[in-house]
């Protein structure tokens, strides 16, 4: 039954991997081998259908139905309305100039450092510093693009060197984060974003950070010698560098929510991110109202976040849903259960191992994938349960898997942050990724070292 458990197990994972690799729709692929696979394993083992408490069985195929629609249930009421209220808030910054702004005035300075490789290093802090507020990386991306790439070209620096370094700021971390909250959610700490992200994610962040900055001067200085020596010129098209129509003070308006709950979580009051997001969209909207003297003009902004909010339910929001319950089917099958029984008897290594072994596979599905959220949203919830039989915290499993998602987009050609790198600087998306791959990897190694660190 072991064999046969792993057996079905990889099956099922490997086929569902094909049909998305045919360009199927993720969300209906995973949805699908999700209810195929419960009833499977119903059939086979007489594994119950998941259901909430209290809620009687009526059928294996009325039960699945029943998972699905509770799955939705939950995930909206928790994790997928946090997740809309942070892109609400995200989109009215970006209506308003306000986060635009912010970049602009954040790399200014960047002009002001004499050696372009520098420079380099600097954009990518500054950039990595930014995520925490704007947490899109194709939005940030875009906002560099039009704010410091321009600066960067004026500098003498060429531009697949400009794009690949603009590429590199790609962890998604933070309390407002969509994958830091899916994360929480995974984890059981829905409540505890906040104390995830200073007790763990930011340590993760802060390797990658420091030891990238470091390594960018060395690696770029010698990648462009090594492209001198063979001749490889590309034609420079410098853009005009626009200032935002809007005030200055705006640049504060994306940090409102960080602000709120940083300072509540320190103050001991508990406020959840929803409610952090919604007090930060009143309030500028009232700023709002006070610039422009229009009621009618910031009456119509709220279409503007319920868009953003519709929008990530479709991007985002669905694709945690069919993640949740196909990484219910694997578990159902049980093979994973027993590849974690084996692996547990060899001791400590064994958390080393699958700390690599899933961190390489949410890695390799987003490349293929270009976007990290199913990969990590249906690996991470089956990490979350193997973690206890490995004796240790469900976070020191899944959080090398969601930096490994964002490292993985960043290294996929069909990514939208790394097409719009490409299409600014007249360059093919493999170019980029040739460039920034030893340091992805290294990213990578950086990630796994500190996840392991967790454990001794």
Same mark, same amino acid.
């Given at each position: 039954?072991?064999?046969?458990?792993?057996?079905?197990?990889?099956?099922?994972?490997?086929?569902?991997?094909?049909? %998305? *690799?045919?360009?199927?729709?993720?969300?209906?692929?995973?949805?699908?081998? #999700?209810?195929?696979?419960?009833?499977?394993?119903? &059939?086979?083992? #007489?594994?119950?259908?998941?259901? !909430?408490?209290? $809620? @009687?069985?009526?059928?294996?195929?009325?039960?699945?139905?029943? &998972?699905?629609?509770?799955?939705?249930?939950?995930?909206?009421?928790?994790?997928?309305?946090?997740?809309?209220?942070?892109?609400?808030?995200?989109?009215?910054?970006?209506?308003?100039?306000?986060?635009?702004?912010?970049?602009?005035?954040?790399?200014? !300075?960047?002009?002001?450092?004499?050696?372009?490789? =520098?420079?380099?290093?600097?954009?990518?802090?500054?950039?990595?510093?930014?995520?925490?507020?704007?947490?899109?990386?194709?939005?940030?991306?875009?906002?560099?693009?039009?704010?410091?790439?321009?600066? =960067?070209?004026? =500098? +003498?620096?060429?531009?697949?060197?400009?794009?690949?370094?603009?590429?590199?700021?790609?962890?998604?971390?933070? !309390?407002?984060?969509?994958?830091?909250?899916?994360?929480?959610?995974?984890?059981?700490?829905?409540?505890?974003?906040?104390?995830?992200?200073?007790?763990?994610?930011?340590?993760?962040?802060?390797?990658?950070?420091?030891?990238?900055?470091?390594?960018?001067?060395?690696?770029?200085?010698?990648?462009?010698?090594?492209?001198?020596?063979?001749?490889?010129? /590309?034609?420079? /098209?410098?853009?005009?560098?626009?200032?935002?129509?809007?005030?200055?003070?705006?640049?504060?308006?994306?940090?409102?929510?960080?602000?709120?709950?940083?300072?509540?979580?320190?103050?001991?009051?508990?406020?959840?991110?929803?409610?952090?997001?919604?007090?930060?969209?009143?309030?500028?909207?009232?700023?709002?109202?006070?610039?422009?003297?229009?009621?009618?003009?910031?009456?119509?902004?709220?279409?503007?976040?319920?868009?953003?909010?519709?929008?990530?339910? %479709?991007?985002?929001?669905?694709?945690?849903?069919?993640?949740?319950?196909?990484?219910?089917?694997?578990?159902?099958?049980?093979?994973? /259960?027993?590849?974690?029984?084996?692996?547990?008897?060899?001791?400590?290594?064994? %958390?080393?191992?699958?700390?690599?072994?899933?961190?390489?596979?949410?890695?390799?599905?987003?490349?293929?994938?270009?976007?990290?959220?199913?990969?990590?949203?249906?690996?991470?919830?089956?990490?979350?349960?193997?973690?206890?039989? *490995?004796?240790?915290?469900?976070?020191?499993?899944?959080?090398?898997?969601?930096?490994?998602?964002?490292?993985?987009?960043?290294?996929?050609?069909?990514?939208? +942050?790394? =097409?719009?790198?490409?299409?600014?600087?007249?360059?093919?998306?493999?170019?980029?990724?040739?460039?920034?791959? @030893?340091?992805? *990897?290294?990213?990578?190694?950086?990630?796994?070292?500190?996840?392991?660190?967790? $454990? *001794?």
């Amino acid at each position: 039954m072991s064999v046969l458990s792993i057996v079905l197990t990889l099956l099922v994972v490997v086929g569902t991997g094909y049909y %998305v *690799l045919k360009a199927y729709n993720p969300i209906f692929v995973l949805l699908f081998s #999700g209810i195929v696979v419960l009833c499977g394993a119903f &059939f086979l083992y #007489g594994a119950e259908v998941p259901l !909430p408490k209290n $809620t @009687p069985s009526q059928g294996v195929f009325l039960d699945v139905y029943k &998972f699905l629609s509770a799955t939705f249930a939950k995930t909206l009421s928790e994790v997928g309305l946090i997740i809309m209220s942070v892109a609400g808030f995200a989109a009215y910054m970006k209506h308003i100039n306000a986060s635009s702004k912010l970049a602009f005035v954040a790399n200014a !300075p960047l002009g002001k450092i004499k050696n372009k490789y =520098l420079i380099l290093s600097g954009t990518f802090v500054v950039g990595m510093m930014l995520k925490i507020v704007i947490s899109s990386y194709a939005g940030l991306i875009l906002l560099l693009l039009a704010s410091i790439y321009p600066v =960067l070209i004026s =500098l +003498g620096i060429r531009p697949i060197t400009a794009v690949s370094v603009l590429s590199l700021i790609t962890l998604d971390y933070g !309390p407002k984060d969509g994958n830091s909250i899916n994360m929480a959610k995974m984890v059981g700490e829905p409540d505890n974003v906040v104390g995830l992200f200073l007790n763990y994610q930011l340590w993760s962040v802060v390797a990658y950070v420091v030891i990238i900055a470091l390594v960018i001067p060395l690696y770029y200085a010698y990648v462009d010698k090594r492209d001198k020596a063979k001749s490889e010129t /590309e034609n420079v /098209e410098i853009t005009e560098i626009t200032n935002p129509q809007c005030p200055l003070f705006y640049i504060l308006l994306p940090w409102l929510p960080i602000v709120l709950l940083f300072g509540t979580y320190f103050a001991g009051i508990k406020l959840d991110v929803v409610s952090a997001n919604f007090i930060a969209i009143s309030f500028c909207f009232l700023i709002e109202f006070i610039r422009h003297r229009d009621g009618k003009r910031v009456s119509e902004d709220i279409i503007v976040v319920l868009k953003a909010m519709a929008e990530i339910f %479709v991007s985002v929001v669905s694709i945690i849903i069919a993640a949740s319950v196909f990484a219910e089917g694997i578990k159902a099958l049980g093979g994973l /259960e027993v590849i974690v029984g084996y692996l547990a008897s060899m001791g400590n290594i064994a %958390v080393l191992l699958c700390i690599i072994v899933l961190s390489f596979l949410v890695f390799g599905i987003t490349i293929i994938m270009g976007s990290g959220i199913a990969a990590f949203s249906a690996i991470g919830n089956i990490a979350a349960n193997l973690a206890p039989k *490995l004796g240790i915290k469900p976070i020191i499993l899944v959080l090398p898997l969601e930096i490994a998602s964002c490292l993985g987009r960043a290294a996929s050609p069909i990514a939208g +942050g790394i =097409l719009a790198l490409a299409g600014f600087a007249k360059l093919e998306p493999l170019a980029i990724i040739k460039r920034t791959l @030893p340091l992805l *990897l290294l990213g990578m190694v950086i990630n796994i070292v500190v996840a392991w660190s967790f $454990t *001794l």
